[in-house]
C-alpha cells in the first residue's frame, strides 16, 4: 500500500522565519511528487518534482526531491503571516498500465502557523 | 478560466439517508478524481473517472458510487450515509492528454452526518 508521511504535523514560527517541511514515501510505480498548500479550501498547487536533485522555485518557496532517499522538503523562507496554512504533500502513483490512470497519495499534512 | 466547480457548498444529512455531490472540471479538462477529507487528515483517493467510466478506485465501500457525463462533469454519489462519511469532499479534474500536469482541486463539498 502506498504510504506518505509527512513531518511536523504542526509547527508555529514567527515572521521572517524560515521553515523546511519534510515528506517521505514508498509508492509503487512513482510518477511524482506534489505538494499543495490548503487554506480553507481547495488545495491549491505548489510543486510537482519528478526528478532527482532539481530545486524547484517559486519566490520564497522552493522544493526539492531525493527519489533515491525517497524523500522531498519544502523549504519557506522569510515566513509571512500569509503562508500559515496546512502544506499538503501527495505522491502520484500510475495504474498497472499508464492508460488506467493514476492517483494521489496524501501525507496528514503540516499545520504552519506564522506569528507576527 | 473557470476552474473547477463543486457544489453544493454544505450538506446536512441524517444517518441512512443518500446523497449526491456534483463536480464540474476545470475547462480543457477530461478527468476527474474524488476525495474524501476527514477533518485533521490528508484527502483519501476514492476513484477517478475518464472517459465516462471508473479508472480507478480507492479502499472505499461500493455505497460510494460515480458517474461522469460526456461532458466531462461528474457526481459521486454515497447510499445509507454513517457518521464516519461527515467529511469534506474534494473533487479534482486533469488532462489525460497533458502528461505530467498536476491535478487541479475545488473548494469541495463539506457533509456533516447527523
Known amino acids: 500500500e502506498d504510504k506518505v508521511v509527512q513531518s511536523p504535523l504542526s509547527l508555529v514560527v514567527h515572521e521572517g522565519d524560515t521553515v523546511t517541511l519534510n515528506c517521505s514515501y514508498e509508492v509503487t510505480n512513482f510518477r511524482s511528487l506534489l505538494w499543495y498548500k490548503q487554506e480553507k479550501k481547495a488545495p491549491t498547487f505548489l510543486f510537482m518534482l519528478t526528478s532527482s536533485g532539481i530545486e524547484k522555485k517559486s519566490g520564497r518557496l522552493s522544493s526539492i526531491l531525493d527519489k533515491k532517499e525517497l524523500f522531498s522538503i519544502l523549504n519557506i523562507t522569510a515566513t509571512q503571516t500569509g503562508d500559515s496554512a496546512i502544506y499538503l504533500c501527495?505522491?502520484?502513483?500510475?495504474?498497472?498500465?499508464?492508460?488506467?490512470?493514476?492517483?494521489?497519495?496524501f501525507g496528514e499534512g503540516t499545520q504552519l502557523t506564522v506569528n507576527p | 478560466d473557470a476552474g473547477v466547480t463543486q457544489s453544493p457548498t454544505h450538506l446536512i444529512k441524517t444517518r441512512g439517508q443518500q446523497v449526491t455531490l456534483r463536480c464540474s472540471p476545470k475547462s480543457g479538462h477530461d478527468t476527474v478524481s474524488w476525495y474524501q477529507q476527514a477533518l485533521g487528515q490528508g484527502p483519501q483517493f476514492i476513484f477517478q473517472y475518464y472517459e465516462e467510466e471508473e479508472r480507478q478506485r480507492g479502499n472505499f465501500p461500493d455505497r460510494f458510487s460515480g458517474h461522469q457525463f460526456p461532458n466531462y462533469s461528474s457526481e459521486l454519489n454515497v447510499n445509507a450515509l454513517l457518521l464516519g462519511d461527515s467529511a469534506l469532499y474534494l473533487c479534482?479534474?486533469?488532462?489525460?492528454?497533458?502528461?505530467?500536469?498536476?491535478?487541479?482541486f475545488g473548494d469541495g463539498t463539506r457533509l456533516s452526518i447527523l
Open positions: 479534482a479534474s486533469s488532462s489525460a492528454g497533458h502528461y505530467m500536469q498536476p491535478q487541479h
Open positions: 501527495a505522491v502520484e502513483a500510475l495504474a498497472e498500465t499508464e492508460t488506467s490512470g493514476s492517483r494521489l497519495t
